[in-house]
């Protein structure tokens, strides 16, 4: 597996994380969690370095699984988690709560799930309407001091959000959602990435697995599976964006690749420091995902694909 920097004073991680939030949370029915223990580790032999996770999946039950499964790895591999959202029901609060002392309870919590010394990555999972930026960029770079965070990090944050916790503490990566069906963060997010020197952790880069090729609109979901209540994955969304699916595919077989193999490609493509994170709980998933790594796209590749996606509108908020 080759490895990428995530930003100037980010770690360096395998070039395709793990997303592990499916493994128990919002995809439908849990698997069966030594299964997915399993699959964790199978993706380090494979050789992942980066794993993400967070106290809200669950919630803390994620962390839980992450932290057995990763155990024996401990110094091989970087664990990003997450802080930022009211799960101890506090009176007044929102759904977010950034509060310097709540990001230090997080902490510990999340030190203690993960079975960990140091959280590698701790990133404000949202931006808290509530809390000013710097003082959560604070809080962080106070633990870090105290050697309980290594780096900072933010999700789905502006442009302007990142350029004021960076200016308190360097932020080493932000994670929002981007596929090659979803690109809001080129205009000010990556630019303020690439002249900051952070790294970029793309979500969701197989559009919640429609960018598989995989559902089409017959696609039913269950009860704990998020995408039905999503706008794009109405049955009418589904069958509009079809078009997406079969740019992907009609590249992906020139390169003897398959669609989902194509869209985590593309990422990478545009810049060196982007490390998309594809979550699966299937180990033939896994493997079609991984080697993506090995799979390149040349200018004129991108510039097809560019031209051919600039002529079509996707349907549906995400």
Known sequence: MKTRNLGTNGPEVSAIGLGCMGMNHHRGPAPDRQAMIGLARAAVERGVTFFDTAEVYGPFTNE?????????????????????????????????????????????????????????LFYQHRVDPDVPIEEVAGAVRELIAEGKVKHFGLSEADAGVIRRAHAVQPV???????????????????????????????????????????????????????RGALPRFTPAALKANRPVVDLLAEVGRAKGATPAQLAVAWLLAQKPWI????????????????????????????????????????????
């Not at 697995?209 to 017959?218: E, W």
Request: aromatic share 6%; hydrophobic share 35%; with cysteine.
């Open 275 to 318: 490390v998309p994170i594809p979550g699966t709980t299937k180990l033939h998933r896994l493997d079609e995902n991984l080697g993506a790594a090995m799979i390149e796209l040349t200018p004129d590749d991108l510039r097809h694909i560019d031209e051919v996606a600039s002529k079509f509108t996707v349907l549906g908020g995400r």
């Open 64 to 120: 839980e699984l992450v932290g057995e499964a990763l155990e024996p790895f401990k110094g091989q591999v970087t664990i990003a988690t997450k802080f930022g959202f009211n799960l101890g029901g506090v009176s007044g609060r929102g759904p977010m709560d950034s509060r310097p002392d709540r990001i230090r309870a997080v902490a510990e919590a999340s030190l203690q799930r993960l079975r960990i010394e140091t959280i590698d």
């Open 172 to 226: 080493a990566a932000v994670q929002s959602e981007y596929s090659i069906w979803l690109r809001d963060v080129e205009t000010d997010v990556l630019p303020a990435c690439e002249e900051l020197g952070i790294g970029f952790v793309p979500y969701s880069p197989l559009g919640r697995g429609y960018l598989t090729g995989q559902i089409d609109d017959q696609a039913t979901f269950t009860e704990n599976d998020n």
